[in-house]
């Protein structure tokens, strides 16, 4: 419980650093230029919106954005399985709505679909299998390497949010109305059924074929491994007979 | 012009209230007639009357029924996982309503029109396993849990074959706006030029209402209720709502990918569209009251081994088709 505790005190601690920095650094004057590009491309898109207005998209972002990341710390830090599984169903299916939320259709059906549909039914049938949460509680101990490891996933992460947070604060202001002249709307095709397709199939066509074909690797092996303990049931339940046997 | 809710109804709010409160209360009567319908159905198919006394037809005998329910005891039996078993029968609901938004039902209405209707469904759809889970975990009861876990293993088994069978469709059409697929048949509706497609995807879909020949989930001689043994009064008439309202979304897609939703001649689209819709349910319960249930292990081979390797033969000769022919 304790331990529990303190990786809970500790996910809020570098929540709040990731708050904090990132504030920090959307005060510090701003180079042009210095922004990368993927950052400016969904700053824009969150300030385009048509129906809602940016302010409150922004707001709406946050409340996802709190509830994922309250999700997120329930399910690694639940000793209870199935409220872990719930709460990541409830994590993904957020990150659904923001993709939603920025004009990316087809990503986030698929996003609903295959992770807090498909997925998580595996995950749920899984826990179901293993046993009852009274017996099975989640281990919580880590090492030293873990800790740097997720430590540095940490840090990365931050780096890679905050330019994101900067040149949104510099593109919107306070009452929510775009500001900047450098991060025009996004061509409302983005993330539509045709242009994922076509990304698909010409620029990222190597690496949806590597993945497709480390799926199928991944499949037959499952199916090699289970096959294969069974047989080993049989050869262990044979020598157990014929040790009684001769016992 | 296809017309949505956002165009009527210039506030998004406002119209996100008035699409759940259409919702809502569709469910609610259609639930109501369909529990009264399966009723008359089974008895005339057993060679009895079923309701008669309530109201004409006995049709309000539903009604009487849910008042009922309404005034019963809720029970919550011991060392429940209280937010889970209380949650169970809400969460049940959530997909159901926004299942039913998607759908065009005249050429010139829908509730919500996108570009990826069709996955956003079936994405609804697979979210309903996780109020059965939900209730069967619990509940603290091993028929309950037993339960839960067939209907989740059956969740994964049909829903393939049935995305399978949907996305040969979609490769017809080449689109995933429902409106565009009904658009694309033409004259002839697509049943005729996709007849296994279709099949796999009736089949399959009753297979994901979890409604008998496919009801071992809920088996009663074998699991007392299933999922939802431990649940009384209003909580259990939820889950009977979400399942009767799962018939018609399944219907309402069968009825867009494969019979031309709102087209016909003559009579206007709505009554067209319900009117397939409906005859879809009555082939359901005529299923329901003619077939034995299916043993566990009949199910899952026949999904693992006949329906997908058929949906995706389906899906190949489709491909190659349409190459050829384009």
Redesign the interface.
């Known amino acids: 419980m304790d331990r529990r505790k303190l990786y809970v005190s500790l996910l809020l601690a570098a929540a709040a650093l990731l708050l904090i920095s990132s504030v920090a650094l959307a005060q510090a004057p701003s180079t042009s230029g210095g922004v990368a590009p993927h950052a400016q491309f969904y700053a824009g898109k969150l300030a385009s919106s048509k ?2 207005s940016p302010l409150a998209m922004l707001w709406a972002m946050r409340v996802l954005a709190g509830l994922m990341l309250v999700g997120g710390i329930f399910t690694i830090g639940s000793r209870n399985p ?1 409220v872990a599984a ?1 709460c990541l ?1 409830g994590t993904l ?1 957020c990150t659904g709505i923001i993709f939603l939320l920025l004009h990316a ?2 990503i ?3 996003q ?2 295959v992770y ?3 997925i ?3 995950f ?2 899984v826990v ?2 293993v046993g009852h949460p009274e017996r099975e509680e989640i281990g919580l101990s880590r090492g030293i390497i873990s800790k740097l490891i997720g430590g540095a996933f940490a840090v990365m992460l931050l780096l890679r949010v905050s330019p994101v947070y900067m040149s949104y604060q510099r593109t919107v202001n306070a009452a929510g109305e775009i500001i900047s002249k450098a991060m025009p709307p996004v061509s409302s095709k983005y993330g ?2 045709e242009h994922v397709g076509k990304l698909l199939f010409s620029d990222y066509l190597f690496p949806f074929e590597a993945i497709s074909i480390l799926l199928l690797v991944a499949i037959v092996g499952a199916v090699m491994v289970t096959r294969h303990r069974r047989r080993d049931d049989n050869k262990g339940a044979a020598a157990a007979a014929a040790s009684a046997g001769e016992g | 012009m296809l017309k949505t809710l956002s165009d009527l109804v210039p506030n998004v709010f406002l119209a996100m209230l008035l699409a759940a409160a259409a919702i809502m209360a569709f469910a609610t009567v259609n639930a109501l007639f369909l529990v009264w319908l399966e009723r008359k159905v089974s008895a005339r198919m057993q060679r009895r009357y079923g309701p008669t006394v309530v109201g004409p037809f006995g049709m309000f005998q539903t009604l009487v029924d849910v008042v009922k329910l309404l005034s019963k005891q809720l029970i919550s039996p011991k060392d429940i996982d209280k937010p889970l078993y209380h949650l169970a029968p809400i969460v049940v609901f959530v997909p159901v309503v926004l299942g039913l938004s998607l759908f065009p039902i005249d050429k010139s209405f829908a509730l919500v029109d996108t570009n990826v209707g069709l996955v956003l469904v079936f994405a609804f759809a697979g979210m309903g396993f996780i109020a059965i889970f939900m209730a069967g975990w619990g509940s603290n009861n091993k028929y309950a849990l037993l339960g839960a876990m067939r209907a989740v293993a059956q969740n994964i088994a049909y829903e393939i074959p049935l995305i399978l069978a949907a996305l040969a469709v979609t490769m017809i059409a080449r689109s995933m706006r429902i409106a565009d697929i009904v658009e694309a048949q033409g004259s002839f509706p697509y049943i005729l030029v996709q007849p296994i497609g279709a099949l796999i995807y009736y089949i399959s879909a009753v297979a994901e209402t979890n409604r008998a020949p496919f009801d071992i989930p809920e088996a009663e001689s074998e699991l007392v209720a299933g999922f939802h043994t431990e649940y009384s009064g209003m909580r259990f008439a939820l889950f009977f709502l979400a399942e009767y309202t799962n018939m018609v979304i399944v219907s309402m897609v069968a009825t867009s990918l494969f019979l031309g939703g709102y087209k016909g001649p003559l009579l206007p689209g709505p009554v067209w569209f319900f009117g397939k819709v409906y005859f879809l349910i009555f082939v359901m319960l005529w299923l329901r009251w003619t077939f034995p249930r299916l043993r566990f292990d009949q199910l899952m081979t026949f999904a693992w081994k006949v329906l997908i390797p058929l949906a995706l033969a389906n899906l190949l000769v489709t491909a190659t088709v349409l190459k050829v022919m384009s």
Do not use: C, E, H, Y
């Open positions: 129906k809602l199935v719930l169903v299916f259709t087809f986030a059906a698929i609903v679909l807090a549909g498909a998580m039914v595996l749920v049938f179901m299998s539509n059924v």
